[in-house]
């Protein structure tokens, strides 16, 4: 038997649209799939429109450019996390920091607290409250530590006082289909003036049911988000990504109304989305002789890719209905064997269960002082993963942490403890929306069975 991590569920009906494309000709970067399969997208996520992209990177790349990063600055990004979510920072020949993870997986928002408000201070500030709204004159060289009255004004911006460098983004991911602690992060955000982007390449469909934030879907909250229809995820194109502007922060804790945020939310979404339509068509102004008056880039969706996301957009909540029930299934097969634990979907939200998390529990498991390793592969972990790959099962280990990538070793790494444990100790089992209750049986038997011989 041979069972995939993550395979497509693709219908019959893809053939016809992908047929259209072939006999209308309209098989690149135009044609009617694009901005329909923009329009699913942005509908099912609750916001005014969307911009499709040639993969979930690209729609990174684009929106930190458009949230303002530059050369110099420093972007703040998880650790744990797949690497092109880091990349497009040195694209942009800014410098990573990472951050730790916290339980489910994602950026570790009291870290990022402790960060922030120990290794930065504000620059040229003028501190408003809530009670006064302007503090005139009052300028501070750093927030005080209890500060849940003030708000940096917008001409105000965070720097890391031990580089000089301006802390120019946040860029959360959502790993796994969980969601990170927006209500902490934004509240950081919105007081100390920094844009974030949500990196809901693995979290479509994921929302949070409860607190500030009830029914805002997974990319939807910070500045801007992006998507990503990579074959392993919940709904595939092949490749593919898509760009969403969040909604306005009006509501949010800590932003007063003096700033004009009521007036101009929906102007400023609607410019960035234009900008990233802009950016990812080349930056061309003139399109009969192909005047280009910025630099762009040819990230552009195919009408092939959309083609194939459009059927499966709508079964969107049917794939994840699937995906939770073989969750629980996992859940109950794997309950008696004491080797390993099942970790459990974020509480507070609705996971889109993208993929399950294995805890494989080891005496010798990695410690602190294993950190500076890339992999440990004599560990309990990788064992029971070989033996998996041996009976035809593909699983896979969480990946190498960022900041001990070959090209990242020498940014800040700000107090790595839990990433180190999950990096050593997780494995990601089979989740196909596809996968089969015979095949989950397999998967279990054969964890079993590696248990019961070792």
């Known amino acids: 038997m041979d069972i995939a991590l ?5 219908d019959i009906e893809i053939v016809d649209h992908l047929r259209e494309c072939i006999e209308t000709g309209w098989v690149s970067t135009g044609g009617r799939f694009i901005e329909e399969f923009e329009h699913k997208i942005a509908d099912y996520v609750g916001v005014s429109n969307a ?3 040639q993969s979930g990177t690209a729609g990174l790349h684009t929106a930190l450019r458009i949230l303002g990063v530059t050369a110099g600055d420093e972007v703040i990004v998880p ?9 497009p920072v040195a694209y942009l020949e800014a410098t990573p920091v990472f951050m730790d993870c916290d339980a489910d997986f994602c950026m570790d928002a009291a870290k990022l607290r402790g960060f922030l408000e120990e290794e930065c201070e504000v620059r040229d ?3 408003a409250t809530d009670s006064t709204k302007h503090c005139e004159g009052l300028k501070q060289s750093g927030i005080p530590h209890n500060h849940s009255d003030y708000t940096a004004e917008d001409g105000s911006r965070l720097y890391n006082k031990s580089t000089g460098k301006r802390i120019a983004a946040i860029v959360v991911v959502h790993v796994f289909g969980n969601i990170a602690d927006m209500e902490t992060i934004m509240n950081l955000a919105n007081l100390y003036n920094i844009p974030v982007l949500e990196d809901a390449t693995e979290a479509l469909g994921s929302y949070i049911t409860g607190g500030r934030y009830a029914g805002r879907y997974a990319g939807t909250i910070g500045d801007m988000g992006v998507y990503s229809f990579n074959a392993n995820k919940i709904i595939t194109t092949g490749g593919g990504g898509m760009i969403v502007a969040g909604k306005d922060r009006c509501s949010d804790e800590g932003v007063s109304l003096q700033s004009g ?7 400023q ?7 990233a339509r802009y950016l990812t068509t080349t930056a061309k102004d003139d399109g009969l002789y192909f005047r280009h008056d910025d630099i762009g880039y040819n990230y552009r969706m195919l009408n092939l890719q959309a083609a194939l996301g459009v059927s499966q957009a709508d079964r969107l909540d049917e794939f994840i209905t699937k995906k939770h029930g073989v969750y629980a299934r996992y859940a109950e097969l794997l309950s008696d064997i004491p080797e390993v634990t099942l970790l459990p979907l974020k509480s507070g939200i609705r996971s889109n269960a993208w993929f399950y998390c294995l805890y494989v529990a080891d005496a010798e498991r990695a410690t602190f002082a294993d950190k500076d390793l890339v992999g440990n592969t004599d560990n309990t972990r990788d064992k029971l993963m070989a033996h998996l790959i041996a009976q035809g099962i593909q699983a896979r280990p969480v990946w190498v942490l960022c900041h001990k990538q070959s090209a990242y070793t020498t940014f800040k790494a700000y107090d790595i403890t839990q990433a180190y444990d999950y990096e050593s100790n997780v494995l990601n089992l089979p989740c196909s929306t596809s996968i089969t209750d015979e095949e989950v049986r397999y998967v279990c038997d054969s964890i079993r069975s590696y248990f019961s011989h070792n």
């Open 6 to 10: 993550s395979k497509p569920n693709l």
């Open 51 to 53: 911009v499709g992209c």
């Open 79 to 87: 650790t744990l996390t797949f690497i092109a979510a880091v990349n």
């Open 125 to 127: 500030a003028v501190i």
């Open 261 to 267: 945020c009521l007036a101009d939310a929906k102007t």
């Open 269 to 275: 979404n609607a410019q960035r989305i234009e900008r």
